[in-house]
């Protein structure tokens, strides 16, 4: 089986897979020296600019796979960040609302305390 046929599993076996390919062009030139040596070269390179793009091919879609990833993350930090600045924007205005709501719920209690006594009513 050739290695034109087989396709590549890994990023760690291509380097094997191009050094068997290149041993095996090699070994046909030497074992059917009776070609033509311009025929020999024309086919070595057309094999070896097939090997080359076979190969180059996962990786190009393995960079545009990442690419594509990364893309999609860039865009939900950035919704992420805005609606983090959304919600420090609202809890910072929380502040001030639970201050006045404590002054009411504070004034309330303390007319209250007092209205048992303006009545005539002891504790």
């Known amino acids: 089986m ?6 590549a599993a890994g990023p760690e076996k291509v380097g094997t897979e191009v050094e068997g390919a290149i041993r095996e062009l090699v070994s046909r030139d030497v074992a059917e020296p009776q070609r033509q040596l311009a ?5 070595a390179v057309n094999d070896l600019c097939l090997l080359l793009q076979r190969v180059s091919v996962d990786s190009v879609q393995k960079i545009d796979g990442l690419i594509s990833d990364l893309k999609m993350l860039r865009e939900r930090l950035h919704h992420e960040g805005e609606r983090m600045a959304q919600e420090i924007v609202d809890y910072a205005s929380l502040g001030p609302v639970a201050t006045h709501s404590a ?11 007092r209205a048992p006594d303006a009545r005539g009513i002891s504790e």
Do not use: P, Q, V, Y
């Not at 025929?39 to 086919?43: L, Q, R, W």
């Open 2 to 7: 050739s290695i034109f046929a087989r396709k």
């Open 39 to 43: 025929n020999d070269g024309e086919m």
């Open 103 to 113: 002054k009411i719920i504070a004034e309330h209690l303390t007319h209250w305390r």
